[in-house]
């Protein structure tokens, strides 16, 4: 008998798979890439990708190739900040210091596509855990996000925002495991705020804590923390400000995007101030959402998907806001959220109309992420999108704010069901 169970194993398994709505999202990959090959054989490498929606950049994986070359040039005893001595592009370092450690590990340049190919499989790997058993329709969703020009835009550049995201995936699944009282969850999201600044938005989960006063503690020592690295660092940090390219592009997103945007067609009138115009946009935004906040109840959300959309929420709102204008591989971070949404539809909760407008936002802005050249009105689609996902992210996290700080009762107790 045991003998007999060991055999019908194989068969269980491509059962199990074959239902499972994450074998939609392999089969789309494995098609998408297959197109991409077949695709090579009868043009270059830079028409496919082109013709895809993806603006490529050649040779392949110029992000990684770029981490790689910056950390060749450090072991050679050079300043990468100052210059890179194999970067194609000419760009020098604008990543934090730590990983300019991994230097130790003799990394050059020449192991770029293996690198680009080893990060862009651990995204994917992580996405399919993060997401657990799907329906047919639910994976045809997650498959048409993956194989979109945002999501395929940091495969191709081999961009470490990747592997933050496979991190922020290993804290969820601690939160899940270990509980918000754990450090460990908190201790990676500290790590990768110190890979990258921008994820210490992420320790908003914090307000998940059954006590005020630990969630305040939480994220008061994280921000300390965070300041004092910042403090340490200030001479890496000035550098990498004065690195990073600042302007926009019909890749990027963000508060100040439109505004780049009005001022370089300038179809009327004298140049904006983009600071003022984006601050003043953003408070409009997150007033109205606050007003929404007021006039409606607070969501119910479920325990094994609510710290994933506040991270995801989190991220996407400071990055939006604070960043300014950011390339649009990092919509990957909305993915976070998709499991809360799911779980409001299929459980035909009061925020199920929420849950499909969101989804239905997001699939436009991942696959309008580059409009073409001279296509204004898709331009205009776009921001009006993401301004959308913006304002319906900051409602969520407003919600979240008012149950721990206001109602002064357990967020748990209140907003999450099992």
């Known amino acids: 008998m045991p003998l007999l169970n060991f055999r019908k194993i194989p068969r269980q398994l491509r059962d199990v798979a074959v239902r499972d709505g994450r074998s ?36 392949p994986f110029a992000d990684m190739r770029f981490l790689l070359c910056a950390i060749e040039t450090e072991r050679a005893g050079h300043d990468s900040y100052r210059m890179t001595e194999c970067d194609p592009w000419g760009r020098v370092m604008n990543y934090p210091r730590l990983w300019l450690s991994l230097s130790v590990f003799g990394l050059r340049a020449r192991q770029t596509v293996p690198m680009g190919v080893g990060l862009g499989l651990i995204f994917y790997l992580s996405l399919l855990v993060l997401v657990g058993r799907l329906t047919f329709r639910e994976g045809a969703y997650y498959s048409f996000l993956v194989c979109s020009p945002a999501v395929m835009l940091g495969v191709e550049r081999g961009n470490v925002d990747l592997l933050i995201f496979s991190l922020l995936v290993l804290t969820v699944l601690m939160f899940q495991r270990l509980g918000t009282r754990s450090i460990w969850p908190y201790a990676v999201i500290m790590l990768c705020s110190f890979l990258k600044f921008y994820p210490i938005f992420a320790m908003a989960v914090a307000l998940r804590d059954r006590s005020r006063i630990i969630a305040l503690s939480t994220i008061g020592g994280a921000g300390t923390v965070f300041l004092i690295y910042l403090y340490a660092t200030r001479h890496d940090l000035a550098l990498i400000l004065h690195n990073t390219w600042r302007l926009t592009s019909s890749i990027s997103f963000g508060s100040k995007v439109i505004f780049f945007f009005y001022n370089a067609v300038h179809w009327w009138g004298a140049p904006l101030n983009i600071a003022a115009w984006s601050r003043a946009s953003l408070v409009a935004v997150t007033a109205i959402a606050a007003i929404f906040v007021k006039k409606t109840s607070a969501p119910s959300f479920t325990k094994e998907t609510v710290d994933s959309m506040v991270i995801g929420d989190a991220l996407f709102t400071g990055i939006f806001a604070f960043l300014g204008t950011n390339f649009n591989y990092k919509f990957i971070f909305l993915m976070l959220a998709v499991p809360q949404l799911l779980q409001w539809i299929r459980r035909a909760s009061l925020y199920r109309d929420f849950a499909f407008t969101f989804l239905t936002l997001m699939a436009v802005a991942f696959w309008l992420s580059q409009p073409r050249l001279g296509e204004y009105w898709q331009f205009v689609v776009k921001e009006v999108v993401n301004w959308s996902l913006f304002g319906m992210s900051a409602f969520v996290l407003l919600h979240f704010a008012l149950a721990t700080f206001v109602r002064k009762g357990s967020l748990d107790h209140q907003l999450v069901v099992s």
């Open 24 to 59: 939609v999202i392999v089969l789309g990959l494995i098609i998408y890439f297959a197109f991409l090959l077949l695709l090579r054989a009868q043009t270059g490498n830079l028409a496919v990708w082109q013709r895809l929606g993806v603006s490529h950049l050649y040779p």
